[in-house]
């Protein structure tokens, strides 16, 4: 089973429906598709959860190319609220949808190793390639940005794909570090 998180608001469906398919056409293993959202109206009406209905549709057509691929939606709204409320991020460049990633080592049942998506990236082969990288030393493995690590500095990544091992981001505690950063 390949883990797969997405973060978004309803305004996502879209990619989200995108990616599922370019994945579920290519990738043969089945996929497990965890879905962080969050109702954040009260920054923006536009900031409405993924709703129900979309993720059942979402589910269909993963199972419609593999009957044991899954999409679960989880509500951190609470997390969020209770983490990142009134944080400097909420009016970033980035929606706060960007920060949810950072709840991997929260959410129970997340499973050990799961592989983070931004909602606009696609696959163009199976993804188990990429899935099977052993990183059980590791907090997680990414990709080097292309211009970023030309233009910023030379270990810039691109945090759109990130393969996490939550279960050694648990024992170093570093999300909850990361988190806390801007109040040290």
């Known amino acids: 089973m390949i883990n797969i998180l997405w973060c978004g608001n309803k305004k996502v469906f879209d ?5 599922i398919i370019s994945i579920t056409n290519r990738t043969k293993e089945p996929i497990n598709c965890y879905v962080f959202t969050m109702n954040l109206t009260r920054l923006k ?20 190319k593999n009957i044991d691929n899954k ?3 989880i509500d951190v ?5 209770e983490e990142f409320k ?3 991020n909420e009016n970033a460049y980035c929606t706060p949808y960007t920060l949810l990633r950072l709840f991997a080592d929260k959410i129970e049942n997340i499973p050990d190793k799961i592989l983070y998506l931004d909602i606009d990236m696609m696959a163009h082969g199976d993804i188990s390639e990429l899935y099977n990288i052993d990183i059980d030393e590791y907090e997680y493995a990414a990709v080097k940005e292309k211009y ?6 030379p270990d810039y ?5 990130l393969l996490l091992n939550t279960k050694k981001i648990k024992e170093t505690r570093s999300f909850r570090k990361s988190k806390n950063y801007d109040k040290n």
């Open 15 to 19: 990619g989200a429906l995108t990616q």
């Open 45 to 64: 009406p536009e900031y409405e959860e993924i709703d129900d209905e979309q993720i059942d549709f979402l589910e269909r057509v993963a199972k419609s």
């Open 71 to 73: 999409v679960t939606k």
């Open 77 to 81: 709204t609470k997390i969020y609220e």
């Open 86 to 88: 009134n944080c400097k």
């Open 148 to 153: 970023g690590s030309k233009l910023i500095r």
């Open 157 to 161: 990544i691109n945090a759109g794909m």
